[in-house]
């Protein structure tokens, strides 16, 4: 089911992007205290460092996750965003370690099961780091050098995070052993695909391409009846050589049942190939994301 994205621009745009910074924030920092610190599981970057920290030393987590991401938030400064970048990630960063020690106090563990644990955890890591990037900030840390994997090596945010991580639960192994860090992995996992979801904007679309002897017929069809746009590709038989229309059309899931009948109606014989289009930008779908000032 596609959920429609408002995306708004300019002012409105700028402060939609800080109220999700400051939301995902929020929601990590309350995803730490209910459910990683009271279980003894490691979050993965620099707030798992800062709970393997408060296990050994009693240090507050959220003083040290600020403690430790100083030194790579000049990183993001150089090298993942310019100026924008680094007010945004210095927004998240103190919202989330503020919130981490301010609310330690009186949020209660809801749970010990390591299964809910790793549902609701997960659930509730993924989800809030994912509305911090949706609004173009990071939460610091391991996220940054994600961001950066991202953007120079093409590596997916949440893969990036869930292979670095993989090194912190290798140490992690050493305080709470072998079953607490299976448990932060399955974790790891959820958040990492709760993020990515995320990420595309909750845009769930079907990409189809259509191969006809009724193209026209097709096309018409599609446009009046279903009211999406088509595009004519020019194609070649691989067998035949023959020149041939295909078109190329994008509908939601639940459009997909009416675009087959239109075009079994129109043509029973058409080639159609119905594939997964992870997000989709413009007219009839998401909006484009404006370029705002800070």
């Avoid at 992690?172 to 595309?200: I, K």
Wanted: charged share 15%; net charge positive; aromatic share 8%.
């Amino acid at each position: 089911m596609k959920l429609p994205v408002v995306a708004p621009t300019g002012r409105w745009g700028v402060a939609f992007d800080y109220a999700q910074i400051i939301a995902g924030s929020l929601m990590v920092a309350a995803g730490t205290n209910l459910f990683f610190v009271p279980n003894n599981v490691v979050s993965g970057g620099v707030t798992g460092l800062s709970i393997i920290a408060h296990h050994l030393f009693k240090t507050p987590v959220g003083m040290v996750v600020l403690l430790l991401n100083l030194p790579l938030l000049w990183l993001g400064w150089r090298f993942a965003g310019g100026i924008r970048f680094f007010v945004r990630t210095v927004v998240s960063v103190m919202v989330l370690s503020i919130g981490i020690d301010l609310t330690a106090p009186f949020l209660v563990p809801p749970t010990h099961d390591r299964l809910l644990v790793i549902c609701y955890g997960g659930l509730l890591d993924g989800f809030g780091m994912g509305l911090v990037f949706r609004g173009r900030g990071t939460t610091g840390g391991t996220d940054i050098l994600a961001r950066l994997a991202h953007r120079y090596l093409g590596v997916g945010i949440g893969q990036a995070l869930l292979a670095m991580n993989v090194a912190i639960f290798a140490g992690a192994a050493f305080l709470f052993g072998a079953e607490a860090v299976m448990v932060a992995l399955a974790l790891a996992f959820v958040s990492a695909r709760v993020l990515d979801v995320v990420q595309t904007g909750f845009s769930a679309a079907r990409a189809a391409l259509i191969i006809s002897q009724k193209p026209d017929a097709v096309r018409e069809a599609v446009l009046g009846k279903l009211g999406r746009g088509v595009t004519v590709l020019h194609g070649q038989g691989g067998y035949t050589g023959e020149e041939r229309p295909v078109l190329y059309v994008v509908v939601t899931p639940h459009e997909v049942g009416r675009l087959k009948r239109l075009v079994a109606h129109v043509d029973r014989a058409a080639f159609v190939a119905i594939t997964p289009a992870q997000e989709v930008l413009g007219e009839g779908f998401a909006p484009h994301a404006g370029e705002e000032a800070l």
